[in-house]
Nanobody, 124 residues
Framework: QVQLVESGGGLVQAGGSLRLSCAAS????????MGWFRQTPGKEREFVAS????????YYATSVKGRFTISRVNAKNTVYLEMNSLKSEDTAVYYC?????????????????WGQGTQVTVSS
């Protein structure tokens, strides 16, 4: 069992930056692929980025590639999402997730554990 708690969301102007954090419980964090998804009202949960268990490999949605960076510190049981050059279309609730699939997993059903989400609002 893994419990995930996101933090770092908030209101930011277009072009600005935010860093999301996700703290995980348990001693097996370093064995999980970690991911970030986002969701807006009335839409399906959308893949944003993922990182392999070791942190050596990452994968991004086309819409965020070059602007967002996912990273992790296994010694701290924490995964991060650094978001730069934010746009109004990045506004969403962002969810941290953990799973046992390869790091290129982009479907919500491929992950096993989810955080409660953190709101990111980008004003234009």
């Amino acid at each position: 069992q893994v419990q995930l708690v996101e933090s770092g969301g908030g209101l930011v102007q277009a072009g600005g930056s935010l860093r999301l954090s996700c703290a995980a419980s348990g001693r097996t964090f370093s064995t999980y692929t970690m991911g970030w998804f986002r969701q807006t009202p009335g839409k399906e949960r959308e893949f944003v980025a993922s990182i392999s268990a070791s942190g050596g490999s990452t994968y991004y949605a086309t819409s965020v590639k070059g602007r967002f960076t996912i990273s992790r510190v296994n010694a701290k049981n924490t995964v991060y999402l650094e978001m730069n050059s934010l746009k109004s279309e990045d506004t969403a609730v962002y969810y941290c997730t953990a799973g046992r699939r390869p790091f290129v997993a982009t479907g919500p059903g491929e992950y096993d554990y989810w955080g409660q989400g953190t709101q990111v609002t980008v004003s234009s």
